[in-house]
């Protein structure tokens, strides 16, 4: 299974910061990060991401992208905003999107993942919306978008700088993909490896075949390599 994480926007998009400076792309790719190590411990699962620390990538590269590698689904991230962005708002919680025509499947993702969201975090739920997004109506497979709380809400904006709070969203945004696709660790193997210990080397066979003669009678198993 082929999963593509999109971590909005980027380091230098303008007006997409926090009351306080935090940049949402740090959020967006704090949490993707997560994802993909917690992902990649599943059967069979392959993760894509269309962003880039490098530049923002255009939202067009980030489908054609998706839509060239099959990906199965397409898991936007981002953090919400109210008003202008320059100050502090009471808007607040979560809410996660899919296309205006609510596919079936993205809905269904959508609503997991909102309650999984809602769940562990305890933030306000706004529900799962719909919208005209291009990640949404580009993307040739199932694709949904997630705002995990509000920059200019000065509450969610300090989670929203926390690891915790972001491994917290990473964690509850998989386990909806891992519950709604059936999804199977993968199992540790126990290691086959053997230790061997040696007793002595000999110049003289005979003295080899003494000490092993003398370790048998003991309830060792022995054996003589040249």
Not at 120 to 134: C, L, M, Q, Y
Not at 206 to 222: H, P, S
Request: proline fraction near 1%; hydrophobic fraction near 35%; glycine fraction near 6%.
């Amino acid at each position: 299974m082929k999963i593509a994480i999109d971590a909005g926007h980027g380091y230098e998009t303008p007006g997409k910061r926090s009351v306080d400076g935090l940049k949402e792309y740090e959020f967006n790719r704090a949490v993707a990060g997560e994802m993909k190590k917690l992902l990649e411990k599943y059967e069979g699962v392959t993760v894509l991401f269309t962003h880039s620390d490098q530049r923002d990538v255009p939202l067009n590269e980030r489908t054609t992208k998706a839509n060239k590698e099959k990906v199965d689904v397409f898991i936007s991230i981002h953090a919400n905003a109210h008003g202008n962005g320059n100050q502090w708002t009471s808007a607040e919680g979560i809410e996660t999107y899919v296309y205006t025509t609510k596919p079936k499947t993205a809905t269904r993702l959508a609503q997991m993942v909102q309650n999984e969201l809602i769940s562990s975090t305890k933030r306000k739920d706004r529900g799962v919306k719909t919208a005209n997004f291009h990640v949404l109506k580009a993307t040739s497979m199932t694709a949904i978008l997630c705002e995990c709380g509000f920059m200019t809400n000065k509450e969610e904006a300090a989670l929203l700088q926390t690891s915790s709070y972001r491994l917290t969203c990473s964690k509850a945004i998989v386990d909806a993909i891992v519950k709604y696709y059936q999804l199977t660790k993968i199992k540790k193997t126990i290691s086959s490896s053997l230790y061997k210990v040696q007793v002595g080397a000999f110049s003289n066979k005979q003295n080899a075949e003494a000490l092993a003669k003398e370790l048998k009678a003991k309830g060792y198993d022995t054996f003589i390599v040249k």
